[in-house]
């Protein structure tokens, strides 16, 4: 990296945290909200520059809240770390992790594959189902790609499609931009559903979403961006789902069946038993993950030896979810969040009797959020806290426009190194930046289409109208 672009990734944080900090005070932002704004500020320039490795941008945001007294005290900045959504997420990455080495989830892939007895199509229709169904087995959908991506490459190779033909495209395309749609649907998926989740109950004050709860609301539109887009990609790329005559589409042979994928498939299958029945049983969503998470590390019994487990679990998750909720929760408690919303009213005021408009005016603004700030956990500390403020200023409801924020900012992948989940797979399909762009813009406009057209009156139905 040249000398300019070394100063211009740690010189433009430092002067956006000293403008915000050094400004004007602004009528009804305190002194305390002012700090806290100019560290998310300087926490949202490092994560959208990647200066740092996301996990450590985290905890430089902690320690700044602390230094420069964004918050009363240590333990208000170290919020997140007490939260019970940042150990259910270690304990679903626990169980992705036994799954992916018991080589269940690659069994399952292969099965998959099997399936499509050499149609093209087929196996693209087979892929999005997959995207899907397999999240109950394995909720990271980095994971999940990880997986997945050897086994179709394994696919096209016997096929002789090649890596710039159209087909190929599709598939990675599809891989690295909609994988992650079928893991939002869950509350168990991944580090978004965790933190979207975490931060709608705490700044909503209602108490945690259940599993049943979060599939009830979040299924229904991320399923239909899932398939929408699917149909997206296959019109881009439709000239390579044809294969020429003589292509070898001999299906893969899956090995024999271990013990060991046998014990992965029914601790995931209890643990999602005890999620669907929380409804009976009352436990939080954290407890079946945890119970997982002991089962998988039992002598004997388990999957994963102690020493794997730290090796491999991906820390990085833990430390981001943390300090994403701790940066969050200092811009409530310090009064920034409802300044900054109560200043985007002012800029919408004279929509108030328009709902619709109001959404949709908050949604543009989320996109635009989305673009600058690659980093999910980042976009969602920031975004929700806004959104649910300026949508309880407006008489929305809150819910409602936190929930809608995270449908439209993570249903879109603008550039290839926006999303850990995709960088690897359009690194290794040779994928340009400018198809990533325009299936970006598309997914954006297919986002909001569903969400105002299906998705708000659903959640009507089922309890949470956009007006309370």
Same mark, same amino acid.
């Given at each position: 990296?040249?000398?300019?672009?070394?100063?211009? *990734? +740690?010189?433009?944080?430092?002067?956006?945290? &000293?403008? =915000?900090?050094?400004?004007?005070?602004?009528? /009804? #932002? !305190?002194?305390?909200?002012?700090?806290?704004?100019?560290?998310?500020?300087?926490?949202?320039?490092?994560?959208?520059?990647?200066?740092?490795?996301?996990?450590?941008?985290?905890?430089?945001?902690?320690?700044?809240?602390?230094?420069?007294?964004?918050?009363?005290?240590?333990?208000?900045?170290?919020?997140?770390?007490?939260?019970?959504?940042?150990?259910?997420?270690?304990?679903?990455?626990?169980?992705?992790?036994?799954?992916?080495?018991?080589?269940?989830?690659?069994?399952?892939?292969?099965?998959?594959? *099997? +399936?499509?007895?050499?149609?093209?199509?087929? &196996?693209? =229709?087979?892929?999005?189902?997959?995207?899907? /169904? #397999? !999240?109950?087995?394995?909720?990271?959908?980095?994971?999940?790609?990880?997986?997945?991506?050897?086994?179709?490459?394994?696919?096209?190779?016997?096929?002789?499609?090649?890596?710039?033909?159209?087909?190929?495209?599709?598939?990675?395309?599809?891989?690295?931009?909609?994988?992650?749609?079928?893991?939002?649907?869950?509350?168990?998926?991944?580090?978004?559903?965790?933190?979207?989740?975490?931060?709608?109950?705490?700044?909503?004050?209602?108490?945690?979403?259940?599993?049943?709860?979060?599939?009830?609301?979040?299924?229904?539109?991320?399923?239909?961006?899932?398939?929408?887009?699917?149909?997206?990609?296959?019109?881009?790329?439709?000239?390579?789902?044809?294969?020429?005559?003589?292509?070898?589409?001999?299906?893969?042979?899956?090995?024999?069946?271990?013990?060991?994928?046998?014990?992965?498939?029914?601790?995931?299958?209890?643990?999602?038993?005890?999620?669907?029945?929380?409804?009976?049983?009352?436990?939080?969503?954290?407890?079946?993950?945890?119970?997982?998470?002991?089962?998988?590390?039992?002598?004997?019994?388990?999957?994963?030896?102690?020493?794997?487990?730290?090796?491999?679990?991906?820390?990085?998750?833990?430390?981001?979810?943390?300090?994403?909720?701790?940066?969050?929760?200092?811009?409530?408690?310090?009064?920034?969040?409802?300044?900054?919303?109560?200043?985007?009213?002012?800029?919408?005021?004279?929509?108030?009797?328009?709902?619709?408009?109001?959404?949709?005016?908050?949604?543009?603004?989320?996109?635009?959020?989305?673009?600058?700030?690659?980093?999910?956990?980042?976009?969602?500390?920031?975004?929700?806290?806004?959104?649910?403020?300026?949508?309880?200023?407006?008489?929305?409801?809150?819910?409602?426009?936190?929930?809608?924020?995270?449908?439209?900012?993570?249903?879109?992948?603008?550039?290839?190194?926006?999303?850990?989940?995709?960088?690897?797979?359009?690194?290794?399909?040779?994928?340009?930046?400018?198809?990533?762009?325009?299936?970006?813009?598309?997914?954006?406009?297919?986002?909001?289409?569903?969400?105002?057209?299906?998705?708000?009156?659903?959640?009507?139905?089922?309890?949470?109208?956009?007006?309370?």
């Amino acid at each position: 990296m040249n000398p300019r672009a070394v100063a211009l *990734r +740690f010189g433009l944080p430092i002067v956006v945290f &000293l403008a =915000v900090l050094l400004a004007p005070n602004p009528d /009804g #932002l !305190t002194d305390q909200g002012q700090r806290a704004l100019a560290v998310m500020a300087a926490a949202v320039v490092l994560w959208a520059m990647e200066t740092l490795d996301i996990a450590v941008t985290g905890m430089v945001g902690i320690v700044a809240l602390i230094l420069v007294k964004g918050v009363d005290d240590a333990s208000v900045a170290l919020y997140g770390f007490s939260q019970p959504v940042t150990y259910f997420l270690v304990g679903i990455l626990t169980l992705g992790l036994a799954v992916h080495r018991s080589g269940l989830a690659e069994r399952m892939s292969v099965y998959l594959i *099997r +399936f499509a007895k050499g149609n093209p199509k087929l &196996l693209y =229709v087979q892929m999005l189902a997959a995207f899907a /169904g #397999l !999240t109950f087995a394995l909720p990271s959908a980095s994971t999940r790609g990880a997986i997945m991506v050897h086994v179709y490459e394994q696919v096209m190779e016997r096929w002789g499609v090649q890596k710039t033909d159209p087909l190929n495209k599709a598939v990675m395309m599809a891989m690295g931009g909609l994988n992650r749609l079928g893991s939002t649907a869950l509350l168990a998926g991944g580090i978004t559903p965790v933190v979207a989740s975490a931060l709608i109950a705490d700044f909503g004050g209602v108490s945690d979403f259940s599993w049943t709860q979060w599939f009830i609301l979040m299924a229904v539109p991320f399923y239909l961006i899932l398939i929408f887009g699917g149909i997206l990609v296959y019109f881009m790329f439709r000239s390579g789902f044809t294969l020429p005559e003589g292509a070898n589409t001999a299906a893969l042979e899956p090995g024999p069946i271990q013990g060991k994928e046998i014990r992965a498939g029914l601790i995931a299958l209890g643990t999602a038993l005890l999620w669907f029945t929380d409804f009976a049983h009352g436990l939080p969503p954290v407890v079946p993950a945890l119970i997982a998470m002991m089962v998988i590390l039992l002598p004997g019994i388990g999957l994963l030896t102690w020493r794997e487990f730290e090796t491999n679990m991906g820390w990085t998750n833990f430390f981001v979810i943390a300090s994403s909720l701790s940066l969050a929760n200092a811009l409530i408690v310090s009064g920034a969040a409802a300044w900054f919303a109560h200043t985007l009213v002012g800029s919408v005021e004279g929509l108030r009797d328009h709902p619709t408009l109001m959404l949709l005016a908050m949604s543009g603004a989320a996109a635009l959020v989305r673009v600058v700030m690659p980093n999910i956990s980042g976009y969602l500390s920031f975004i929700i806290p806004v959104a649910m403020s300026t949508g309880a200023a407006l008489g929305l409801n809150p819910v409602v426009c936190g929930l809608a924020v995270v449908v439209v900012g993570d249903s879109v992948v603008y550039y290839p190194a926006s999303a850990t989940a995709s960088v690897f797979i359009y690194q290794r399909a040779e994928i340009r930046a400018a198809d990533v762009v325009k299936m970006g813009i598309a997914m954006t406009g297919i986002a909001i289409g569903v969400l105002f057209i299906i998705v708000l009156p659903y959640w009507s139905l089922v309890g949470e109208s956009l007006t309370p």
